[in-house]
């Protein structure tokens, strides 16, 4: 599992977004998105650098956390 520290989201449709966009990343099994404690976990085999791109593209900003 990788654990994404998520800045800039504000509200349910922030969330969803992200959310969203790491669900796509080839490789993505599964995902959830906290948004009060501004993080993600996602599982599967995707890069951690295609998760950061996935959530940079949609206006965030992410950093890999240790799980």
Not at 11 to 20: D, F, L
Not at 22 to 49: K, N, S
Request: a negative charge; glycine letters at 8%.
């Amino acid at each position: 599992m990788t654990v994404l520290k998520i800045s800039g989201m504000t509200c349910g449709h922030c969330r969803m977004h992200v959310q969203k966009a790491l669900a796509e990343v080839a490789g993505v099994e599964a995902v959830t998105v906290d948004l009060a404690a501004g993080r993600a976990e996602v599982t599967g085999v995707a890069p951690v650098a295609s998760l950061v791109a996935a959530v940079e593209a949609e206006g965030y900003t992410a950093l890999e956390v240790p799980a």
